[in-house]
């Protein structure tokens, strides 16, 4: 595999002089294409403040974001919403469905904006509804839909423009375990079947578990990373070892989903 993006001694503080919070501090990372990274931490860690940064929805006050060699930080505001519309697709705990279109009109949403033609268009959609299998959804309101269902319908939007990356921020967090292992599968699936790149915040072991590599931030540091060795329920145990050394109380949720 090869880097994708290189992340270089970022920074982002939030308030005024006496009240500062330095979110993110001096912060690299680097991730290859196709990885399925998993972003853990305590409450406040940084995780959000990180994500929004690596997809352009904030700006770092210091450091370099290359994604493919390019900075993403340089880019003007116009330039960097038509890179996340080209690029990135993004599940988020609200979902964000339009309540007054169907499930089609909003899965289709991202390649419509981008004035995409008719065909692919309808391939596109075809192709993303049989490989989460929920084609018997398309012509359904958004307010019939349960939740597991929205949020696989929030994921055919987020990758029906083939995103090269896709990020997620706590995306199991409002599923019950049964929506969330079938989300998490098809997550896995896209990873593998269409080589996206994955990058994921998640307070919950078992989400992270599907993960190919975590790290775990803290104060805005990384604090440790570890490698999936190819075994979830491994990797699953040693996530869990791993909360439990970075501490952060109950906020942590180890049992919800296993
Ligand atoms: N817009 C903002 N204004 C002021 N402070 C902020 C803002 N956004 C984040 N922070 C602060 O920055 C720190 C990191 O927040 P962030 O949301 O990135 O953490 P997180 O790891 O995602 O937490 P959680 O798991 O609770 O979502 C926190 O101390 C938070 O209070």
Redesign the pocket.
């Known amino acids: 595999m090869t880097m994708q993006i290189v992340v270089k001694n970022i920074s982002?503080d939030?308030?005024k002089k006496r009240s500062t919070?330095?979110?993110?501090k001096d912060f690299s990372l680097k991730v290859d294409h196709g990885e399925f990274l998993g972003?853990m931490?305590?409450?406040?860690?940084?995780?959000?403040?990180?994500?929004?940064m690596l997809s352009t929805n904030a700006r770092p006050d210091h450091g370099e974001i290359l994604i493919d060699g390019q900075d993403i930080t340089q880019m003007h505001d116009h330039q960097q919403a038509k890179y996340r519309r080209k690029k990135m697709g993004f599940i988020y705990q609200s979902f964000e469905l339009l309540d007054s279109l169907n499930v089609k009109e909003n899965v289709i949403l991202p390649l419509a904006l981008s004035r995409a033609n008719k065909k692919l268009i309808e391939e596109r959609f075809n192709y993303m509804m049989h490989l989460l299998n929920i084609e018997n959804l398309s012509n359904r309101n958004i307010d019939e839909l349960s939740l597991g269902q929205r949020q696989i319908v929030a994921a055919a939007r987020a990758l029906i423009n083939r995103p090269e990356i896709l990020f997620a921020?706590?995306p199991t967090g409002s599923l019950d375990s049964k929506s969330a292992t079938i989300l998490l599968n098809y997550m896995q699936l896209v990873n593998q079947r269409e080589k996206t790149t994955i990058l994921m915040?998640t307070?919950d072991a078992f989400t992270a578990s599907y993960c190919s590599r975590v790290v775990f931030?803290k104060d805005?540091v990384i604090f440790s990373e570890i490698v999936n060795p190819g075994n979830r329920d491994q990797f699953f145990e040693q996530i869990i070892n791993m909360q439990r050394t970075i501490g952060g109380g109950s906020?942590f949720n180890v049992s919800q989903n296993n």
């Open positions: 982002k939030f308030g919070v330095h979110a993110i972003i931490g305590p409450s406040g860690a940084g995780k959000t403040t990180l994500l929004n921020d706590e915040a307070h931030i805005g906020y």
